[in-house]
């Protein structure tokens, strides 16, 4: 008999859902990283979770911010999303490699993703081996774009820290 948790992971691997990056600043740090655990959680009153992982820069920071960005990932911008994917701000300036200006809370915002907004961190929430952040929304851009990239068409991407 398979184990549970092996069920599960096969399972789960049949999920294919938009990816995120998600941006900020405490103070003078900058940090951010791909996601693909988010979603929207409340209409009235507008909620979104995005979770990030317990061991990589961008937790560390956000731990300590009022204000997260989160950027919808659009299929043409597979490049961004391996350099905020790929690589850990442990060990290089994300930023330094892409075009972004300061937004909200003084998160970056990135000049590439049209799609974004700003929210405001509600709650804290402990899932594991990540940790939800629970968003107000306080600031929206809208735009036309293309598909998101989704985790299935991302799946080459090594994540910059080990699961």
């Known amino acids: 008999m398979v184990p549970p948790d092996r069920d599960f992971d096969a399972l789960m691997t049949k999920l294919d859902y938009s990816l995120f990056i998600v941006t900020v600043a405490h103070g003078q740090e900058r940090a951010g990283c791909l996601i693909g655990f988010a979603s929207q959680v409340s209409i009235d009153p507008p909620r979104f979770l995005a979770c990030l992982s317990n061991q990589n820069r961008t937790y560390r920071v956000a731990r300590r911010s009022d204000t997260l960005v989160v950027h919808m990932v659009t299929e043409d911008a597979e490049e961004l999303a391996e350099l905020f994917g790929g690589e850990t ?30 929210g405001n961190v509600i709650a804290q929430l402990e899932f594991g081996d990540h940790t939800g952040f629970l968003l107000h929304p306080t600031r929206v851009s809208p735009a036309p774009s293309d598909d998101t990239l989704t985790f299935r068409r991302a799946r080459w991407i090594a994540p910059g820290h080990e699961p």
Do not use: E, H, Y
């Open 89 to 118: 701000g442990d060990d290089i300036d994300k930023f330094a490699r892409c075009q972004w200006s300061p937004g909200p809370g003084g998160a970056p915002v990135l000049s590439q993703l049209t799609n974004w907004f700003a």
